[in-house]
């Protein structure tokens, strides 16, 4: 049987604020300790770029450890010859589509979780939880055999459906927590006004709802454009293959072009720091309005 949450009661006065003029003991800690332990973890951070810029940068058989004089064959050599444009196209789609389907079912099934209570909820709840230990490796015999009875293997589809299986566990859960911080007497004005459940939904929720739906989808499309076992497992045809399964190519038993294979992970990596530059305000945001228990 389901049934519906009742709202929760209207939360009591927030405390009283401490009186003001006390130090707290972070503004006592001299500033150099803050300072040289952030430079040291910035230099650990940024050291392996650098390396990474200097291979792709770099004429090939050059020592320096300046890029200079500057190049760019390397990008043109993957974008070309080695089919990365196609690569590139392929992530692109796979990872948008990845990013819709994962945000459009796990809202659906997040708000069933915030908003209704059912027998074996709390089983339910915890079977999503517990799939989060499953390795993706563990799931590859078994989606192999179901996209090989579909006729779906060396297509990008069955990456698209991998992924999104594989994300909407948590996916659904963080999803549920963002929906329980938005006071149920929002919809039920909704109703009152004269619109159904869904109405309300679209209305009064899903604006609300933004920053966390951004959060779950910048990270599916995170995963789905960084993930290697997927596509290299259903995708056989080199012209549906993605970005990860194209950079091991550059890799051989015999020799690896380091070149190469750092412009090749430059194309890979700049188009996530683009996203996550434009989005980070939402994401941080979206998990801080999770975090909080409603």
């Not at 690569?87 to 789609?93: G, H, K, Q």
């Not at 993930?227 to 080199?238: E, G, P, T």
């Not at 091991?248 to 020799?255: F, G, K, P, Q, V």
Request: charged fraction near 15%; hydrophobic fraction near 55%; aromatic fraction near 14%.
């Amino acid at each position: 049987m389901i049934t519906e949450i009742a709202p929760a009661p209207e939360r009591a006065a927030a405390e009283p604020a401490r009186p003001g003029g006390k130090r707290r003991a972070w503004d006592e800690v001299p500033r150099w300790q803050i300072y040289v332990p952030l430079t040291v973890y910035l230099l650990f951070t940024l050291i392996p770029f650098y390396w990474i810029l200097l291979f792709a940068l770099r004429p090939a058989g050059s020592t320096s450890l300046v890029p200079w004089p500057m190049t760019f064959e390397h990008f043109e050599k993957v974008w070309t010859e080695r089919s990365f444009g196609t690569y590139f196209t392929n992530s692109v789609y796979v990872g948008l589509a990845t990013l819709v389907l994962t945000t459009v079912i796990a809202l659906a099934g997040g708000y069933a979780l915030a908003r209704f209570d059912f027998r074996l909820k709390r089983g339910f709840m915890l079977a999503l939880l517990c799939s989060q230990f499953v390795p993706g490796a563990l799931l590859l015999v078994p989606l192999f055999q179901i996209f090989a009875n579909l006729r779906m293997i060396n297509s990008l589809g069955s990456v698209v459906i991998a992924e999104t299986v594989f994300q909407l566990p948590l996916s659904m859960i963080l999803i549920s927590g963002f929906i329980r911080n938005v006071p149920y007497s929002l919809e039920e004005a909704a109703w009152v006004d004269g619109c159904n459940r869904l109405t309300g939904f679209r209305i009064v929720v899903l604006p609300l709802l933004r920053p966390g739906l951004i959060a779950v989808g910048s990270f599916a499309f995170v995963h789905a454009w960084n993930h290697f076992l997927f596509a290299l497992m259903f995708l056989s045809d080199q012209g549906k293959q993605t970005i990860p399964v194209g950079l091991n190519t550059l890799m051989s038993s015999d020799s690896v072009d380091l070149g190469a294979l750092a412009a090749g992970g430059i194309i890979a990596a700049v188009p996530v720091v683009i996203v996550f530059a434009f989005i980070q305000k939402w994401l941080i945001t979206g998990f801080s309005a999770g975090a909080v228990k409603g």
